[in-house]
Structure formats: structure tokens, C-alpha cells
């Protein structure tokens, strides 16, 4: 009796179908443990926003931005200067000595995008309107970025936040149902972080509640609430002596002696330089910590403060101090967003597409597996279990990946399953063809794999050409589609080609000992 042969293309394929089964099991199973495929907005429910980008603000913090620099050189260089002022749009100044114009001027011309305007000693500073557009640009790019690296860090799987349109940003959250998590990210997207550190101005103190905003900008400094009371509030100096910019982390940690929570926070090098001088250069006056607005403490400054490290207090809950790490870690908004549009997605129109998908997807299976087997015999039940171990490397693939399932997605597996079916097709007619001249059944098999190729080879190239195209300029599901399409094409042709051969191979000897083709690929020879 001759032995099965096993070939290299059997085992390839075995390999591949034993990591299909035990990666695709999570999935199937929706066991706790192991990677699973992450459902879609579309398909599990959700939240949508489509937030805008205030990006005037962000020109006014560049403006503010580059006060603070002028600022801080100035008390470096002992330059001395009055009236400094910032508004919306510029800021403005007065030197007090003639001979500290080279030094400023040269300041200056360091910048770039600064329009610097000069009457005798005084100088007006705005931002060109290169600067303003790039300003704008990066505003809104920033803003993507940082929404997104909240969102990852917030635990979200697979949440879609895109550009869309001049300004707007897009922002998917599949998965959010209740309301508390929906505030609670909410909260977090929208949270500016504008962490600034700035001087109180002791002589204002005391008229805090008072002062109009008149009165303020005229005294140059700014009126903010304490975070725990509007009726608490300071007065601070509209310059801040830096800002979250500098910022390198944030962690939440808790105060030893009251043991609540606290957000310690790591500045970089420059930031550390100048916290350092500023604290050294003024030891019994108060810094305050400024967050989005609001004091969080003015603590007295008792000793010069070196390696850039400080704290934030405020009486936070544990997962308020941990959401407010997140995006202080996470960046600043540049510009504050604002919603235009929201919409909560129940999870019973993802429900419903789902059952309707599987039914479409069983239906079709059924007649396709029935099909294969009526007119291909036993080469056709070969093809089925080439199919379903192609779904089963799928979803493996896709699940190993943390990938998104979308409905275009579950369509993008239902056109890959046609795929591998027709290439199955193209091969079992190949194979007739060759039983129809009379070759012999070795040689057919082998002849028919061969002239299949190229179509199936191009076919397949084809389709993973606009996989690319639209993975590349597309959003959202449309990407989904295109990589469960680019997975689904490799797959069949691990299994559809590889695959059915190696099997072909193996039971070779047994077919030819038959010689029933009838039985095998469901045509009888003549």
C-alpha cells in the first residue's frame, strides 16, 4: 500500500490554518483573553463628533508665546523695558535705554514669521501672514495629533479621529454607550491643557475681585477664579514665565501627608532653565499654576527650584488627576475645539447589520460550498476547505492586528471569499481542460495550476493596487475595506493556490490509482 506524500506546500498550508484556528478562536469565541477583532462604529455602536478648531486662538497663543520669549531675554540681558502689552493680534513695548536697541533688534531677527514695527523706542510685533497661516496649519494639525494620542491613552480601541474639510476635525469612538463614558471623553478631547506658570503680581492682589478687564490689561496683568472657588481669585502678570510647551511628562501620583491625588510633571531643558532662574530670582514672592484658566496654587517660592519638576494640586479625584495627565502628556491644544455635531450611534443598527451580514454571508456560503461540490466533486470539497481556511487566516490576521471591522469591512470579506472561490474555479477548469485533451491526470493537475497562475496572479495584483489606492487617500471604513481586502487576497492565495495543490499532491497517487474523474473533479472522461 503507498504511503500519502506530504508536501512542503501542505505543510505551508497546515501552519497557516493552525494559526488561523487559534488566532481567529478569540474572535469567534468572544473569549476574554487574546487578540480579538475591534467592531466598528457601524457595526457595535458609538459616538460621532465633528468638532471645529478655533484657530484664532492659536495666533494669539503664538503671540503670547513669543512675549514670553522676549520677556524672559530681556531680564536675562538686563534690558529694561516698559509698557509691555500684549493684545490679540501683537505685542507691544517700550525700551528705556537707547543702547539696549542692538540687543533686542538682534533678539528679534532670531524669530522667524515676526513683522516688527519701530517708533524711536518703541516697538509693535505681529506675525506675518506666513507665519498666521502656518500657525493655523500646525493649530489644526496639533490638534488631530493630540486628540488622538488622548484617545489611545484613554484605552479607546480604534477610534477614528481625522481631518475633514479646511478646519474641522472628525472624531469616531466605537464602543462608547453610556453617558458617563461619553462625558468623560468628551471632557477629554475638548480639555485645552493649557498648563502656564506665572508670577502673581503682589501689589493686585488685593483688588483681585475688583479690577475690571480694563483695569487689568492696563496694569498688565490678568484676573483668573482659584479651580475650587469663583470667588477665590488672583491676579497674575499677563506674561507667563513659561508654558506647558516645555513640558516632557505628567504623572499621577498622591500628596503623603493628605494622600489625594496630585499630577507631578517633568519640564525639558529649557523649560528647567528658566524655571530655575525665575525661582532663583525670586524666592518669597508666589508662582501661580495656571491650568485652562484657572489657578490650581500659588504656592511661595522659598528656594531656587532646579530640575524642572513641580506639582499640581486641586483636589482631584483619582480619575480626574488621571485624565488630566493624559492631556497634559498628551500636548496642549494650541486652539481651543468646539463641537459642531454630535451623534450617539446605538448598538442596535451595528446589531442588526451584523445578523444581516452573517445571514447574507451564510446563505452564500451554503450555495457556494453546495455548488463546488455538485459540479467539482472532490476537487470542489478541496476549494471549500481552501475557503474556509482562507476566513479563518482573515479574521486570525485581522485580529492579531487589533484591526476594526466595519460593514464595508464585512463586505471587503465577502468580495475576498468570491475572490478565492473564483480562483478555485479558474483552476478546476484549467484541470479539465488539459482531462479533456487527454493528459494524464498528474500532468493536468499540474498543467492546470500553471495556466491558472498568471490569471489568478493578475486578478489578485489588481485588486491589491486599488487595496493601496484606497487604503491611501481613504477614512474611516473605507480604509477597513481596503485592509480586509489587502488580507483577504494574500490569504487566498496561501490557501486557494498553495493550499488545494498541496493537497492535490498528497493524495496524487490514490486519484491516479482511482482514475474515476468523476469523482474527483466532476467531469467524466469520454
Known sequence: MRSAKVTYRLVIFLIALIFGIGFSAPSFLQTDGGSKINLGLDLQGGLYMLLGVETQEAIHSKVKSVASGINYYAGKEDILIDNFKIKEEHVSFELLDNDDQNKIDGMLKEIEGLNVQKEGLKYTIRLTETEQSHTIEYAINQA??????????????????????????????????????????????????????????????????????????????????????????????????????????????????????????TLNAEGARIFGDFTGANVGKRLAIVLDGRVYSAPVINERIGGGSGQISGGFSVEEAHDLAIALRSGALLAPVKMLEKRSIGPSLGADSINQSMMALAGAGVLVVLFMIAYYGFAGILANLALVANILILVAVMAMFGATLTLPGMAGIVLTVGMAVDANVIINERIREFLRDGQGIALSVRKGYENAMSAIVDANLTSIITSVVLYAYGTGPVKGFAVTMSIGIAASMLTAILGTRGMFDTIMDKIEKSGNTKIWFGYKRG
Open 144 to 265: 488631530v495629533e493630540t486628540i488622538r494620542n488622548r484617545l489611545d491613552q484613554f484605552g479607546l480601541a480604534e477610534p477614528t479621529v481625522a481631518r475633514q474639510g479646511k478646519e474641522n476635525i472628525l472624531v469616531e469612538l466605537p464602543g462608547v454607550k453610556t453617558q458617563a463614558d461619553e462625558q468623560r471623553a468628551r471632557e477629554l478631547i475638548a480639555k485645552a491643557a493649557h498648563l502656564q506658570l506665572m508670577a502673581l503680581d503682589e501689589k493686585r492682589q488685593l483688588q483681585a475681585n475688583t479690577l475690571s478687564a480694563a483695569e487689568a490689561e492696563s496694569y498688565g496683568v490678568i484676573v483668573y477664579p482659584d479651580v475650587k472657588s469663583d470667588q477665590m481669585k488672583y491676579t497674575v502678570k499677563n506674561i507667563p514665565v513659561l508654558d506647558g510647551s516645555m513640558l516632557t511628562d505628567a504623572r499621577v501620583a498622591f500628596d503623603q501627608r493628605t494622600n489625594a491625588p496630585i499630577i507631578n510633571f
